[in-house]
Nanobody, 126 residues
Framework: QVELVESGGGPVQAGDSLRLSCAASGRTFSDGDTGWFRQAPGKEREFVTAIDYNGVTTKYSDSVKGRFTISRDNVKNTVYLQMTNLKPEDTAVYYC???????????????????WGQGTQVTVAS
């Protein structure tokens, strides 16, 4: 059984940095692509970033490009989301997700991801 567990969220001030972690059990991250999504109150879940099964190719949404970095630690079987220069509009529940298998192109739609964590809240105060 695949389980993803996010951690690292919390309240921060605008301009602060935060690192989210996504630990997996039941599979390794090289089995598929991994993405981070977020959902703010009253809004749809949106793509943030993704990393391919090789841990090499990444993709970012325009809203976080240059501020957020996705990375992976194969030894710890953990994916990280380093967030810098946080803004109030980054406030959301952040979810980690993986695809069922390896893909040829990183996907930005939530429907492409089969396994999801429970989410971790990030709140950025102005």
């Amino acid at each position: 059984q695949v389980e993803l567990v996010e951690s690292g969220g919390g309240p921060v001030q605008a301009g602060d940095s935060l690192r989210l972690s996504c630990a997996a059990s039941g599979r390794t991250f090289s089995d598929g692509d991994t993405g981070w999504f977020r959902q703010a109150p009253g809004k749809e879940r949106e793509f943030v970033t993704a990393i391919d099964y090789n841990g090499v190719t990444t993709k970012y949404s325009d809203s976080v490009k240059g501020r957020f970095t996705i990375s992976r630690d194969n030894v710890k079987n953990t994916v990280y989301l380093q967030m810098t220069n946080l803004k109030p509009e980054d406030t959301a529940v952040y979810y980690c997700a993986t695809t069922r298998g390896r893909t040829f192109n990183l996907r930005v739609t939530s429907i492409a991801y089969a396994y999801w964590g429970q989410g971790t809240q990030v709140t950025v105060a102005s």
